[in-house]
C-alpha cells in the first residue's frame, strides 16, 4: 500500500454523501444512539433510586448494559455501508470515479470509522446523562471508570462497525453478515466460555466492553480487551481488503 492508496477529502465526501444518501446505512446509524438510550432509559426508570446493588455487582457494566442492544444497530451500519457497493453494479461505477480501490476501501472505511465512533461517544455520553433517574445510585461523569467508559464506548462501536464492515467486503453480502455476526457477538461467547473455558474472554464483544467495566475479567483488562477486539476489526478489514483488489467488479 503506497501513498497513491491514501483517502483523500474528495473521495472523504462523496462517500459521506453515499452513506448520507442510503437510508438503511443513516437508520442504522441513527438506531446505534436510539436503541441505545431507550433501553438506558427504561432500564434506569424501572430501578429508579431503589436497591443498592439494582445494577448489578458492577455498577458501570450495568449502566452500560444498552450497549449491548446498541452494537447490534453498529452491525448494521457497518454492513449497509458496505453492502451498497456490491449490488446493481454500484462497484463499478465507484472503480469509474476513484480507479484505486485501495484508496476507495480506505476512503469508505475511515467514514465508517469516524461516524460510528462520534455516533458513540454521543451515545455513552447520553448513558450517563440516563443515570439521572437511578437518583443518589447514580454513576456521574467524574465518578471512577466513567470517563474512561464513555471514550471506550465509542472506540467499541466503532470497531464493532468495522468488523461487520471487512466482513461484509470479503463476503460481498451485508444480508449474510448480519445474519452470522449478530449471533455470533450475542450468543458465541458464552457458549465458547462454557464449552472452552477462558476462551470467552478473547471473543470481540467480551473482551471489546471490558472497557465499560469496574471489574476486570479473566487474564484481560480494559484497554488490553479493547485491543483484542481491534485486532478482531483488523483482521475482518484487512480480508476485506484483499478480496476488493482481486475480485472482479
Same mark, same amino acid.
Given at each position: 500500500?503506497?501513498?497513491?492508496?491514501?483517502?483523500?477529502?474528495?473521495?472523504?465526501?462523496?462517500?459521506?454523501?453515499?452513506?448520507?444518501?442510503?437510508?438503511?446505512?443513516?437508520?442504522?446509524?441513527?438506531?446505534?444512539? +436510539?436503541?441505545?438510550?431507550? %433501553?438506558?432509559?427504561?432500564?434506569?426508570?424501572?430501578?429508579?433510586?431503589?436497591?443498592?446493588? #439494582?445494577?448489578? /455487582? /458492577?455498577?458501570? #457494566?450495568? =449502566?452500560?448494559?444498552?450497549?449491548?442492544?446498541?452494537?447490534?444497530?453498529?452491525?448494521?451500519?457497518?454492513?449497509?455501508?458496505?453492502?451498497?457497493?456490491?449490488?446493481?453494479?454500484?462497484?463499478?461505477?465507484? @472503480?469509474?470515479?476513484?480507479?484505486?480501490?485501495?484508496? @476507495?476501501?480506505?476512503?469508505?472505511?475511515?467514514?465508517?470509522?469516524?461516524?460510528?465512533? @462520534?455516533?458513540?461517544?454521543?451515545?455513552? +455520553?447520553?448513558?450517563?446523562?440516563?443515570?439521572?433517574?437511578?437518583?443518589?445510585?447514580? +454513576?456521574?461523569? &467524574? /465518578?471512577?471508570?466513567?470517563?474512561?467508559?464513555?471514550?471506550?464506548?465509542?472506540?467499541?462501536?466503532? !470497531? %464493532?462497525? $468495522?468488523?461487520?464492515? &471487512?466482513?461484509?467486503?470479503?463476503?460481498?453480502?451485508?444480508? !449474510?453478515?448480519?445474519?452470522? @455476526?449478530?449471533?455470533?457477538? $450475542?450468543?458465541?461467547?458464552?457458549?465458547?466460555?462454557?464449552?472452552?473455558?477462558?476462551?470467552?474472554?478473547?471473543?470481540? /464483544?467480551?473482551? &471489546?466492553?471490558?472497557?465499560?467495566?469496574?471489574?476486570?475479567?479473566?487474564?484481560?483488562?480494559?484497554?488490553?480487551? $479493547?485491543?483484542?477486539?481491534?485486532?478482531?476489526?483488523?483482521? =475482518?478489514?484487512? =480480508?476485506?481488503?484483499?478480496?476488493?483488489?482481486?475480485?472482479? =467488479?
Amino acid at each position: 500500500m503506497t501513498a497513491a492508496s491514501l483517502p483523500t477529502v474528495p473521495v472523504l465526501h462523496s462517500e459521506w454523501i453515499k452513506i448520507r444518501s442510503a437510508r438503511a446505512a443513516l437508520g442504522s446509524l441513527i438506531a446505534v444512539l +436510539l436503541t441505545t438510550a431507550a %433501553i438506558t432509559l427504561l432500564v434506569a426508570g424501572a430501578l429508579g433510586a431503589g436497591q443498592e446493588d #439494582a445494577l448489578g /455487582d /458492577d455498577r458501570l #457494566a450495568g =449502566a452500560f448494559y444498552g450497549i449491548n442492544f446498541g452494537q447490534v444497530a453498529a452491525v448494521a451500519f457497518g454492513a449497509t455501508a458496505f453492502a451498497g457497493e456490491f449490488r446493481d453494479g454500484a462497484l463499478r461505477v465507484s @472503480l469509474t470515479a476513484v480507479p484505486n480501490r485501495s484508496r @476507495l476501501y480506505l476512503s469508505k472505511s475511515a467514514v465508517v470509522a469516524v461516524l460510528a465512533f @462520534l455516533i458513540g461517544e454521543i451515545t455513552g +455520553l447520553v448513558v450517563v446523562a440516563g443515570q439521572a433517574f437511578m437518583g443518589e445510585r447514580a +454513576l456521574g461523569i &467524574g /465518578d471512577p471508570g466513567v470517563l474512561r467508559a464513555v471514550f471506550g464506548s465509542g472506540v467499541y462501536l466503532m !470497531l %464493532i462497525a $468495522l468488523l461487520s464492515a &471487512g466482513l461484509t467486503a470479503l463476503v460481498r453480502s451485508g444480508t !449474510l453478515v448480519m445474519s452470522l @455476526l449478530i449471533p455470533f457477538l $450475542l450468543i458465541l461467547p458464552f457458549v465458547v466460555g462454557q464449552v472452552a473455558g477462558g476462551a470467552g474472554q478473547f471473543m470481540p /464483544d467480551r473482551a &471489546g466492553q471490558l472497557v465499560m467495566r469496574m471489574e476486570a475479567e479473566g487474564s484481560l483488562g480494559p484497554w488490553s480487551g $479493547l485491543g483484542v477486539a481491534a485486532l478482531w476489526s483488523l483482521a =475482518a478489514l484487512g =480480508a476485506g481488503w484483499l478480496a476488493m483488489r482481486r475480485r472482479a =467488479a
